[in-house]
């Protein structure tokens, strides 16, 4: 599971194995989801091995695997259940002085 204070490389791995789960789920091999997904199979594999693509790469994997969807929270606005809740998150930073 993703922690908000996981490391940016550690929630890559962990991105990576849970579309190497889904792979695995709809039985397709490497080849045949780097195809599907239109990139080559050496970036694939670099994907699911260490958590690295470029985000364009990330997006085609996902429409090949039909999860497009799972980026649509990604930066949106934030909803608050009350208003005490959206105050409490949207206070401004105090200023630290430097001298």
């Given at each position: ?33 780097a195809q599907k997904a239109g990139i080559p199979l050496a970036t694939y594999?670099?994907f699911e091995t260490k958590g690295q693509i470029a985000f364009l790469g ?42």
């Amino acid at each position: 599971m993703i922690d908000a204070f996981d490391t940016p490389l550690s929630v890559a791995q962990e991105v990576a194995s849970r579309v190497k789960q889904r792979r695995l789920a709809l039985r397709l091999t490497q080849v045949e989801l780097a195809q599907k997904a239109g990139i080559p199979l050496a970036t694939y594999r670099l994907f699911e091995t260490k958590g690295q693509i470029a985000f364009l790469g990330l997006l085609q994997i996902a429409f090949a695997l039909d999860c497009m969807s799972d980026f649509n929270a990604l930066f949106a606005s934030q909803s608050w259940a009350t208003m005490d809740d959206m105050l409490a998150q949207t206070k401004p930073a105090k200023r630290v002085r430097h001298d």
